[in-house]
């Protein structure tokens, strides 16, 4: 039985009665990919490149992006619905966004739960917004606050949001410098995991030789791994379904002087069948913030899909995920490679598909 979402049926609920209202729908992560036929005078801006297709095949207007708002006039919008995000950088780029695009009198509407934030997003909303709170529960720890804009921006004390619209280098544990920025899962560090997965990349395959050929890295991220795997004789394609995870993979492949292809995609679902000698694969098991089974399975098909017949897929997963039995599914040949105690190395060789 599918769980109800009821922030998510909060955000319908205003965005049907905007009536002649221009409103700004900002859909993060959370938002479900089953969306609602199009509203009138509703425009969407999505981080995800699977909800960015999904709006556009039910009609809406949509822009794919990370979020970039200043591009966006000021006083352009009379309401904005926004069901707060998992990052808090991210949640007070757009609250500080939401003030400065609102017309006078135009309102933000907040909604999430309180477990993630929302009273206290509300609290700071309200205090920047120079407008008394007003907020309510809507069922459970489910709350919505609606804040009305009343004064000009130009001496606003605006909320820290780590200049979240901007890549930066930073230095990391192994000695390199990597572009990367709020937005990103991990963004402030190297992952275990696929730190684990290139330094026993050569053992998995059995020599760095075989290092070659057509590679795609699936789900990059920031571009960790693509940068690692940069320095072998390859074909690199970079994917990702983050608006900002494509934008610092294409930039750390621009700092080591790499013409590697970055492009946006759900699991690879847009890449030709049958093209990759090898690929590379951290998959994620959380969406927003809820986990799925369903994404590791998506990543796995997609996988068999794009792996050439005699080619190679090496994934690194947390060590509560059953990888090698799901697998099987999909592949005739499975076998676990490593086992640090966090995390697993697997190779899949023989797709069924």
Request: glycine residues 6%.
């Amino acid at each position: 039985m599918q769980r109800v979402d009821f922030a998510f049926q909060q955000v319908m609920q205003y965005l049907n009665t905007t009536s002649q209202e221009r409103t700004l729908w900002i859909a993060d992560e959370n938002t479900p990919s089953d969306i609602p036929s199009s509203v009138i005078n509703v425009e969407v801006i999505c981080n995800r490149y699977d909800l960015y297709l999904a709006f556009q095949k039910a009609g809406w207007s949509c822009e794919f992006n990370d979020f970039e708002l200043h591009a966006h006039s000021d006083t352009s919008f009379d309401r904005i619905v926004y069901r707060i995000s998992k990052e808090k950088p991210l949640v007070h780029h757009i609250i500080n966004h939401a003030l400065r695009m609102l017309k006078t009198n135009g309102c933000l509407i907040l909604i999430g739960d309180k477990s993630e934030g929302i009273k206290t997003f509300s609290r700071k909303t309200s205090v920047l917004f120079q407008t008394p709170l007003v907020e309510h529960k809507v069922t459970g720890s489910l709350w919505v606050s609606e804040h009305t804009k009343s004064h000009q921006t130009s001496d606003t004390d605006w909320l820290d949001d780590q200049n979240y619209s901007e890549l930066r280098t930073k230095s990391f544990d192994n000695g390199k410098t990597y572009y990367t920025k709020p937005g990103l899962f991990g963004w402030q560090k190297i992952d275990k995991g696929s730190a684990f997965l290139i330094d026993e990349l050569p053992n998995m395959l059995g020599d760095a030789s075989l290092i070659q050929g057509s590679v795609l890295d699936l789900g990059c991220g920031f571009g960790y791994l693509s940068v690692e795997l940069a320095k072998y004789p390859i074909e690199l394609t970079c994917t990702d379904n983050n608006a900002a995870a494509l934008l610092a993979c294409a930039a750390n492949l621009t700092y080591v002087d790499h013409q590697g292809r970055v492009v946006p995609s759900d699991a690879g679902a847009e890449l030709s069948s049958n093209s990759f000698d090898l690929i590379v694969c951290n998959p994620p098991f959380h969406s927003g913030f809820s986990t799925s089974s369903e994404l590791t399975q998506r990543f796995l098909n997609q996988t068999a899909r794009l792996l050439k017949p005699k080619g190679i897929a090496c994934f690194v997963v947390n060590q509560h995920i059953a990888l090698e039995k799901i697998a099987l599914s999909y592949f005739r040949d499975v076998k676990l490679c490593a086992d640090n105690g966090h995390f697993k190395l697997l190779t899949l060789q023989a797709p069924k598909i």
